[in-house]
Protein backbone atom coordinates (compact mmCIF):
# COMPACT_ATOMS: atom_id res chain seq x y z
CA UNK A 1 0.00 0.00 0.00
CA UNK A 2 2.91 2.37 1.01
CA UNK A 3 4.43 1.59 -2.62
CA UNK A 4 1.00 2.09 -4.69
CA UNK A 5 0.62 5.25 -2.70
CA UNK A 6 4.15 6.68 -3.33
CA UNK A 7 4.33 5.51 -7.21
CA UNK A 8 0.38 7.79 -7.45
CA UNK A 9 2.19 10.60 -5.65
CA UNK A 10 5.18 11.10 -7.30
CA UNK A 11 3.07 10.71 -10.59
CA UNK A 12 0.95 13.27 -9.69
CA UNK A 13 3.96 15.60 -8.70
CA UNK A 14 5.45 14.85 -11.97
CA UNK A 15 2.34 15.13 -14.05
CA UNK A 16 1.68 19.12 -11.61
CA UNK A 17 5.42 20.15 -12.37
CA UNK A 18 5.55 19.31 -15.45
CA UNK A 19 2.79 19.22 -17.39
CA UNK A 20 0.41 21.86 -15.53
CA UNK A 21 -2.33 23.19 -17.94
CA UNK A 22 -0.44 21.66 -20.80
CA UNK A 23 -2.76 18.47 -20.02
CA UNK A 24 -6.03 18.67 -18.95
CA UNK A 25 -6.29 16.45 -16.45
CA UNK A 26 -3.75 17.88 -14.60
CA UNK A 27 -4.66 21.32 -15.12
CA UNK A 28 -8.43 20.25 -13.48
CA UNK A 29 -6.53 19.03 -10.91
CA UNK A 30 -3.86 21.70 -10.04
CA UNK A 31 -7.08 23.68 -8.17
CA UNK A 32 -7.88 21.37 -5.71
CA UNK A 33 -7.11 21.86 -1.95
CA UNK A 34 -3.42 19.91 -2.18
CA UNK A 35 -3.51 18.85 1.35
CA UNK A 36 -6.09 15.70 0.48
CA UNK A 37 -2.92 14.51 -1.96
CA UNK A 38 -0.89 13.55 1.43
CA UNK A 39 -3.45 12.72 3.58
CA UNK A 40 -3.23 8.96 2.87
CA UNK A 41 0.79 9.64 3.07
CA UNK A 42 -0.03 10.71 6.58
CA UNK A 43 -2.53 8.22 7.74
CA UNK A 44 0.22 5.62 6.60
CA UNK A 45 2.75 6.92 8.95
CA UNK A 46 1.91 5.06 12.09
CA UNK A 47 1.22 1.27 9.79
CA UNK A 48 4.76 2.15 8.53
CA UNK A 49 6.24 2.49 11.75
CA UNK A 50 4.81 -0.59 12.92
CA UNK A 51 5.24 -3.06 10.19
CA UNK A 52 7.09 -1.68 7.41
CA UNK A 53 9.72 1.06 8.80
CA UNK A 54 12.36 0.52 5.88
CA UNK A 55 9.51 2.66 3.70
CA UNK A 56 9.46 5.18 6.64
CA UNK A 57 12.42 7.39 4.80
CA UNK A 58 10.69 7.03 1.71
CA UNK A 59 7.02 7.91 3.12
CA UNK A 60 8.96 11.46 5.25
CA UNK A 61 10.72 12.69 2.05
CA UNK A 62 7.61 12.61 0.27
CA UNK A 63 5.62 14.70 2.86
CA UNK A 64 8.90 16.68 3.42
CA UNK A 65 9.19 17.20 -0.98
CA UNK A 66 5.00 18.18 -0.67
CA UNK A 67 5.48 20.59 2.30
CA UNK A 68 8.94 22.68 0.75
CA UNK A 69 8.77 22.18 -3.07
CA UNK A 70 5.19 21.25 -4.02
CA UNK A 71 3.15 23.68 -1.32
CA UNK A 72 5.94 26.45 -1.10
CA UNK A 73 5.80 26.11 2.63
CA UNK A 74 8.21 28.66 4.45
CA UNK A 75 8.78 29.08 7.94
CA UNK A 76 8.66 32.51 9.25
CA UNK A 77 6.69 34.20 11.45
CA UNK A 78 4.75 37.21 10.88
CA UNK A 79 5.51 40.64 9.95
CA UNK A 80 4.50 43.66 12.02
CA UNK A 81 3.32 46.63 9.71
CA UNK A 82 6.16 49.04 10.72
CA UNK A 83 5.35 52.89 10.87
CA UNK A 84 5.62 55.26 7.69
CA UNK A 85 9.04 56.58 7.24
CA UNK A 86 11.01 53.42 8.12
CA UNK A 87 12.24 52.68 5.17
CA UNK A 88 15.46 53.90 3.06
CA UNK A 89 14.47 55.48 -0.48
CA UNK A 90 15.96 52.57 -2.43
CA UNK A 91 12.83 50.14 -1.01
CA UNK A 92 9.62 50.21 -2.74
CA UNK A 93 6.80 48.77 -0.11
CA UNK A 94 4.00 47.67 -2.91
CA UNK A 95 0.75 46.35 -2.32
CA UNK A 96 -1.08 44.13 -4.69
CA UNK A 97 -4.71 43.21 -5.03
CA UNK A 98 -7.90 42.13 -7.04
CA UNK A 99 -10.27 44.02 -5.94
CA UNK A 100 -13.13 42.35 -8.14
CA UNK A 101 -14.60 40.76 -5.08
CA UNK A 102 -13.44 42.57 -2.49
CA UNK A 103 -17.12 42.17 -0.27
CA UNK A 104 -16.55 45.45 1.21
CA UNK A 105 -13.05 45.22 2.47
CA UNK A 106 -11.64 48.82 2.99
CA UNK A 107 -8.36 49.43 0.91
CA UNK A 108 -7.92 52.69 3.02
CA UNK A 109 -7.17 50.43 6.03
CA UNK A 110 -4.92 48.35 4.44
CA UNK A 111 -2.82 51.69 2.95
CA UNK A 112 -3.34 53.32 6.16
CA UNK A 113 -1.51 50.15 8.34
CA UNK A 114 1.04 49.30 5.59
CA UNK A 115 1.85 52.81 4.06
CA UNK A 116 3.18 51.46 0.68
CA UNK A 117 4.76 53.14 -1.80
CA UNK A 118 3.18 52.20 -4.59
CA UNK A 119 -0.11 50.03 -5.06
CA UNK A 120 -1.54 47.52 -7.71
CA UNK A 121 -4.85 47.06 -8.48
CA UNK A 122 -6.77 44.35 -10.82
CA UNK A 123 -10.27 44.64 -11.62
CA UNK A 124 -10.62 48.00 -11.33
CA UNK A 125 -12.31 49.05 -14.68
CA UNK A 126 -12.66 52.96 -14.88
CA UNK A 127 -11.83 53.66 -10.98
CA UNK A 128 -8.50 55.67 -11.17
CA UNK A 129 -10.09 58.93 -11.58
CA UNK A 130 -11.92 58.04 -8.29
CA UNK A 131 -8.16 57.12 -6.47
CA UNK A 132 -6.98 60.30 -8.13
CA UNK A 133 -10.21 62.60 -6.76
CA UNK A 134 -10.55 61.17 -3.50
CA UNK A 135 -8.58 63.17 -0.47
CA UNK A 136 -8.19 60.56 1.45
CA UNK A 137 -5.53 59.17 -1.35
CA UNK A 138 -4.04 62.04 -1.68
CA UNK A 139 -0.55 61.09 -0.52
CA UNK A 140 -0.34 58.94 -4.04
CA UNK A 141 1.31 61.75 -5.99
CA UNK A 142 0.40 59.61 -9.23
CA UNK A 143 -2.67 57.57 -10.66
CA UNK A 144 -3.01 56.08 -13.44
CA UNK A 145 -5.08 53.01 -15.31
CA UNK A 146 -4.94 50.85 -18.45
CA UNK A 147 -8.15 48.69 -18.92
CA UNK A 148 -9.00 46.81 -15.72
CA UNK A 149 -5.49 47.40 -13.98
CA UNK A 150 -4.93 50.82 -11.93
CA UNK A 151 -1.94 51.67 -9.92
CA UNK A 152 -1.73 54.60 -7.22
CA UNK A 153 2.34 55.70 -6.42
CA UNK A 154 3.84 58.18 -3.98
CA UNK A 155 6.44 58.25 -7.28
CA UNK A 156 5.94 59.53 -11.14
CA UNK A 157 4.77 57.58 -13.01
CA UNK A 158 5.71 58.37 -16.61
CA UNK A 159 3.52 55.33 -19.02
CA UNK A 160 1.51 52.90 -18.80
CA UNK A 161 0.91 49.88 -21.76
CA UNK A 162 -2.13 47.19 -21.65
CA UNK A 163 -0.43 43.94 -22.91
CA UNK A 164 -1.52 40.66 -23.21
CA UNK A 165 -4.00 40.63 -25.69
CA UNK A 166 -5.98 36.85 -24.87
CA UNK A 167 -7.30 35.01 -27.67
CA UNK A 168 -10.32 33.10 -26.85
CA UNK A 169 -11.82 29.77 -28.61
CA UNK A 170 -13.83 32.20 -31.03
CA UNK A 171 -11.01 34.33 -31.81
CA UNK A 172 -12.37 37.33 -30.25
CA UNK A 173 -9.39 39.49 -28.31
CA UNK A 174 -9.47 40.88 -25.11
CA UNK A 175 -9.22 44.19 -23.39
CA UNK A 176 -5.59 42.90 -22.00
CA UNK A 177 -4.17 40.81 -19.58
CA UNK A 178 -1.58 42.73 -18.33
CA UNK A 179 -0.02 46.72 -17.67
CA UNK A 180 3.45 47.42 -17.87
CA UNK A 181 3.58 51.06 -15.66
CA UNK A 182 7.13 52.50 -16.00
CA UNK A 183 7.77 54.75 -12.88
CA UNK A 184 10.68 56.92 -11.80
CA UNK A 185 11.67 55.68 -8.02
CA UNK A 186 14.65 55.55 -6.19
CA UNK A 187 16.50 57.24 -8.36
CA UNK A 188 15.85 54.72 -11.27
CA UNK A 189 13.18 54.25 -14.38
CA UNK A 190 11.26 50.94 -13.06
CA UNK A 191 9.09 48.48 -14.87
CA UNK A 192 6.21 47.01 -12.72
CA UNK A 193 3.91 44.95 -14.46
CA UNK A 194 0.30 44.27 -13.47
CA UNK A 195 -0.94 41.08 -13.83
CA UNK A 196 -4.36 39.41 -14.29
CA UNK A 197 -4.59 36.08 -16.07
CA UNK A 198 -8.13 34.94 -17.57
CA UNK A 199 -10.14 33.23 -14.27
CA UNK A 200 -10.34 29.33 -14.75
CA UNK A 201 -13.71 29.26 -13.56
CA UNK A 202 -16.14 28.50 -16.18
CA UNK A 203 -13.51 26.20 -17.44
CA UNK A 204 -13.62 23.76 -14.33
CA UNK A 205 -17.55 24.38 -13.87
CA UNK A 206 -17.90 22.75 -16.66
CA UNK A 207 -15.40 19.53 -15.85
CA UNK A 208 -17.84 18.53 -12.99
CA UNK A 209 -19.64 15.73 -15.05
CA UNK A 210 -15.88 14.31 -15.40
CA UNK A 211 -15.04 15.77 -18.63
CA UNK A 212 -11.59 16.34 -17.05
CA UNK A 213 -10.73 13.57 -17.48
CA UNK A 214 -10.62 13.67 -21.48
CA UNK A 215 -6.81 14.51 -20.59
CA UNK A 216 -6.24 10.95 -19.77
CA UNK A 217 -8.75 9.15 -22.35
CA UNK A 218 -8.26 11.76 -25.05
CA UNK A 219 -5.42 10.17 -26.70
CA UNK A 220 -5.04 10.35 -30.35
CA UNK A 221 -6.60 8.26 -32.72
CA UNK A 222 -9.85 8.06 -30.05
CA UNK A 223 -13.38 9.32 -29.77
CA UNK A 224 -12.39 11.54 -27.37
CA UNK A 225 -9.49 13.23 -28.93
CA UNK A 226 -11.46 16.01 -30.14
CA UNK A 227 -13.30 16.41 -26.80
CA UNK A 228 -10.08 16.70 -25.08
CA UNK A 229 -8.87 19.17 -27.65
CA UNK A 230 -11.87 21.43 -26.96
CA UNK A 231 -11.67 21.35 -23.76
CA UNK A 232 -7.64 22.51 -23.76
CA UNK A 233 -8.21 25.51 -25.85
CA UNK A 234 -8.71 27.33 -22.44
CA UNK A 235 -5.90 26.51 -20.83
CA UNK A 236 -3.75 26.41 -24.45
CA UNK A 237 -4.73 30.25 -24.02
CA UNK A 238 -3.92 31.25 -21.01
CA UNK A 239 -0.24 29.37 -21.55
CA UNK A 240 0.04 31.51 -24.61
CA UNK A 241 -0.89 34.73 -23.25
CA UNK A 242 1.07 34.22 -20.36
CA UNK A 243 4.46 33.45 -22.66
CA UNK A 244 3.89 36.42 -24.81
CA UNK A 245 3.88 38.44 -21.39
CA UNK A 246 6.95 36.90 -19.83
CA UNK A 247 8.82 37.12 -22.88
CA UNK A 248 7.77 40.93 -22.68
CA UNK A 249 9.26 40.89 -19.43
CA UNK A 250 12.33 38.90 -20.15
CA UNK A 251 13.59 41.60 -22.88
CA UNK A 252 13.41 44.35 -20.26
CA UNK A 253 17.01 45.60 -19.53
CA UNK A 254 15.22 47.76 -16.27
CA UNK A 255 14.59 46.84 -12.59
CA UNK A 256 11.65 44.75 -12.88
CA UNK A 257 8.29 44.00 -10.30
CA UNK A 258 5.63 41.55 -11.55
CA UNK A 259 2.56 41.56 -9.16
CA UNK A 260 -0.80 41.06 -9.26
CA UNK A 261 -3.38 37.75 -9.74
CA UNK A 262 -2.02 35.28 -12.19
CA UNK A 263 -4.94 33.12 -11.36
CA UNK A 264 -2.71 29.92 -11.81
CA UNK A 265 -1.34 27.75 -8.81
CA UNK A 266 2.63 27.90 -7.93
CA UNK A 267 3.68 24.87 -10.50
CA UNK A 268 3.25 24.46 -13.75
CA UNK A 269 4.36 26.07 -17.03
CA UNK A 270 2.59 29.27 -16.70
CA UNK A 271 3.89 29.74 -12.92
CA UNK A 272 7.36 28.84 -14.30
CA UNK A 273 7.32 31.47 -17.05
CA UNK A 274 7.63 34.16 -14.40
CA UNK A 275 9.13 31.87 -11.78
CA UNK A 276 11.86 30.75 -14.06
CA UNK A 277 13.47 34.31 -14.81
CA UNK A 278 12.26 36.29 -11.62
CA UNK A 279 12.52 35.67 -7.97
CA UNK A 280 9.28 34.72 -6.06
CA UNK A 281 9.18 37.33 -3.41
CA UNK A 282 7.30 34.30 -0.91
CA UNK A 283 9.45 32.20 -1.70
CA UNK A 284 12.43 34.41 -0.43
CA UNK A 285 10.93 36.68 2.50
CA UNK A 286 7.14 34.71 2.81
CA UNK A 287 6.02 32.93 5.70
CA UNK A 288 3.54 29.61 5.77
CA UNK A 289 1.72 28.76 2.51
CA UNK A 290 1.23 32.29 1.64
CA UNK A 291 -2.24 31.44 0.15
CA UNK A 292 -4.53 33.85 -1.07
CA UNK A 293 -7.69 32.36 -2.70
CA UNK A 294 -10.53 31.96 -2.33
CA UNK A 295 -10.32 34.45 1.43
CA UNK A 296 -13.77 33.40 2.33
CA UNK A 297 -14.53 30.14 1.59
CA UNK A 298 -16.80 27.88 3.30
CA UNK A 299 -15.06 25.15 1.39
CA UNK A 300 -14.81 21.91 4.24
CA UNK A 301 -11.70 20.52 2.13
CA UNK A 302 -10.06 22.90 2.64
CA UNK A 303 -11.00 23.05 6.42
CA UNK A 304 -12.35 26.33 5.92
CA UNK A 305 -9.53 28.28 4.54
CA UNK A 306 -7.52 29.70 1.18
CA UNK A 307 -6.11 26.80 -0.74
CA UNK A 308 -4.64 28.36 -3.74
CA UNK A 309 -1.79 30.85 -4.10
CA UNK A 310 -2.95 33.51 -6.84
CA UNK A 311 -1.66 36.49 -5.75
CA UNK A 312 1.45 36.21 -6.26
CA UNK A 313 4.78 39.26 -6.77
CA UNK A 314 8.06 38.80 -8.27
CA UNK A 315 11.32 40.55 -9.04
CA UNK A 316 13.97 40.85 -11.10
CA UNK A 317 17.77 40.44 -10.05
CA UNK A 318 17.96 44.05 -9.38
CA UNK A 319 16.29 43.44 -6.10
CA UNK A 320 17.07 42.29 -2.51
CA UNK A 321 13.21 41.27 -1.43
CA UNK A 322 13.17 42.00 2.66
CA UNK A 323 9.58 40.80 2.49
CA UNK A 324 6.52 39.24 1.57
CA UNK A 325 3.02 38.97 3.98
CA UNK A 326 -0.58 38.30 3.17
CA UNK A 327 -2.41 40.28 4.49
CA UNK A 328 -6.13 39.13 6.40
CA UNK A 329 -9.25 40.96 4.91
CA UNK A 330 -12.87 39.75 4.05
CA UNK A 331 -12.29 39.46 0.60
CA UNK A 332 -12.26 37.05 -2.00
CA UNK A 333 -8.73 37.99 -2.92
CA UNK A 334 -6.22 38.34 0.03
CA UNK A 335 -3.80 41.78 -0.45
CA UNK A 336 0.06 41.09 -0.55
CA UNK A 337 2.54 43.24 0.55
CA UNK A 338 6.68 43.00 -0.17
CA UNK A 339 9.46 44.87 0.28
CA UNK A 340 11.76 45.18 -2.80
CA UNK A 341 15.08 47.12 -1.80
CA UNK A 342 17.10 48.12 -5.38
CA UNK A 343 20.65 46.87 -5.07
CA UNK A 344 23.64 50.08 -5.44
CA UNK A 345 24.97 49.24 -8.79
CA UNK A 346 21.30 49.62 -10.16
CA UNK A 347 20.31 52.94 -9.59
CA UNK A 348 20.78 55.97 -11.60
CA UNK A 349 22.07 59.14 -10.27
CA UNK A 350 20.84 61.99 -12.33
CA UNK A 351 20.31 61.81 -16.57
CA UNK A 352 16.83 61.67 -17.43
CA UNK A 353 15.26 61.23 -14.04
CA UNK A 354 13.49 64.15 -12.42
CA UNK A 355 14.50 65.71 -9.66
CA UNK A 356 11.55 64.83 -7.66
CA UNK A 357 11.93 61.23 -8.29
CA UNK A 358 14.95 61.45 -6.31
CA UNK A 359 13.29 62.66 -3.09
CA UNK A 360 11.13 60.95 -0.63
CA UNK A 361 7.89 60.68 -1.08
CA UNK A 362 5.36 62.22 1.12
CA UNK A 363 4.27 60.33 4.40
CA UNK A 364 0.51 59.79 4.86
CA UNK A 365 -1.11 62.85 6.98
CA UNK A 366 -4.75 61.57 6.68
CA UNK A 367 -6.31 60.71 9.76
CA UNK A 368 -8.18 57.13 8.97
CA UNK A 369 -11.80 57.70 8.71
CA UNK A 370 -14.67 56.28 10.97
CA UNK A 371 -15.97 54.23 8.38
CA UNK A 372 -13.37 54.01 5.57
CA UNK A 373 -15.18 52.57 1.98
Known amino acids: MTWLYLLGFFGLMVGFHFWGQANLTTAALMYTPQWIIILPGLLLLL???LFDWKSLPFLLLACAYFGHSHLDFRFGGPVTPPSAGVKDLNTLRVVTWNRGQGKGASLQVVKNALHPDIVVLQDQVGKATYYKSTP???????????????????????SVELLGIDRTQKGALSSGRAARF????????????????????????????????????????????????????????????????????????????????????TFGPIY?????????????????????????????????????????????????????????AKAQHLPVVADFHLLPEHRIMGGDIPASALTPPPAPTEALPPNPP
Open 136 to 158: EYSEFKDVNGAGEFVMLSRWPIV
Open 47 to 49: PVL
Open 272 to 328: DEFAGQLQDAHLVKGSGVGYTFPGDTGNPLALFQPWLRLDQMFASSHWEIRRSEVIE
Open 182 to 265: VVMAAGARIAIYNIHLQTPRGALESYKRGAFLYGIIGLPGTPWAEKRKSYQAFWDSQMTVAREIGERIRAETIPVLVCGDFNTP
